[in-house]
């Protein structure tokens, strides 16, 4: 039973602030990251701001208008080859943002496509990979990993399952959103107009073929945690994709870690976070990682 990792604490400058602005680049950006266990850069395909998702927790400023509307390729392989080389020569190492974990920087642990929206929504999602794996081999990054971080509703997009195919060729992990048990708490959670069964469907189908991790960000609504009867729905579904065949690898369950726009949407205390992770992983068998 695995429990949170130790190594890097929450309370370290470069892990709070997970700013994906970094100098005057528009599509990745570093950022130290507990579940990466070090230095993850960040592909940015939405600097638009553009989901599907519109989740009570989501820490992206809508407020502010994004930037690119489309992904410029040539741009997005510069940017990353820069920071790539930026990190490995120690750039990275000598900028305030990292001074508590300069050692870390020089270690890209992944490459993660994430952002301010969702990664599958960009009509070229497959490309995108293509360019990220022709940077890794060209600095020979063979121990890095190529992970997805998706809200699931765009997984059954051909282009994205081509992207997929990809990165299991390339180390790829598979980071999968799953917050709720039932439709009306998914509904209010991450108030979305894509259809639970489809979120559902996504999961079994991608995890039939691989392995996948869900996260699930557990949060309290109007200062109640989820209810027992939500929980239990939730972890009906986790058994029902194991029977479909789907390859959960583990859980990751964390919850809120910086201020939401939504006052009512409020963050669990460590205690109350474990105390979901263990009847998640009683009623599932699953691994349980938390991420208070
Ligand atoms: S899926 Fe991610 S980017 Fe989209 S609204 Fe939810 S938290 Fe924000």
Redesign the pocket.
């Known amino acids: 039973m695995a429990t949170s990792p130790v190594s890097i604490p929450n309370t370290l400058a470069a892990v709070q602030d997970h700013t994906r602005v970094f100098q005057d680049l528009v599509y990745v950006y570093p950022v130290i990251s507990r579940r990466s266990r070090g230095l993850s850069i960040g592909i940015n395909l939405n600097p638009d701001k553009r989901?599907?998702?519109?989740?009570v927790?989501?820490?992206?400023d809508r407020r502010t208008p994004g930037r690119a509307e489309t992904v410029n390729l040539p741009q997005l392989r510069e940017e990353l080859a820069w920071l790539v080389r930026y990190a490995l020569e120690g750039g990275l190492a000598t900028q305030p943002k990292f001074n508590e974990v300069p050692e870390m920087t020089r270690v890209v642990r992944d490459i993660a496509f994430s952002g301010?929206?969702?990664p599958t929504m960009v009509p070229n999602f497959d490309e995108c990979v293509r360019v990220a794996i022709e940077v890794k081999q060209e600095f020979h990054l063979d121990d890095t990993k190529l992970v997805l971080i998706t809200?699931s509703a765009g997984l059954d997009k051909l282009t994205v399952k081509r992207g997929l195919e990809l990165m299991d060729g390339s180390r790829g992990e598979f980071w999968c959103?799953l917050d709720a048990g039932t439709e009306p708490y998914y509904r209010r959670v991450?108030r979305s107009n894509v259809k639970f069964e489809r979120i559902l469907a996504n999961l079994l189908e991608t995890a039939r073929a691989r392995p996948i991790i869900i996260q699930t960000l557990f949060l309290k609504i109007d200062g109640t945690p989820m209810p027992a009867a939500e929980l239990e729905a939730y972890c009906g579904r986790l058994k029902d994709l194991t029977a479909g065949g789907a390859w959960i690898h583990e859980v990751h369950a964390y919850t809120i870690a910086r201020p939401t726009p939504e006052p009512w949407a409020t963050r669990l205390t460590a205690v109350e976070l474990e105390t979901i992770a263990a009847e998640v992983r009683r009623r599932t068998g699953l691994t349980v990682q938390t991420f208070d």
């Open positions: 989901c599907n998702f519109d989740c927790y989501c820490e992206v301010d929206g969702e809200d959103k991450n």
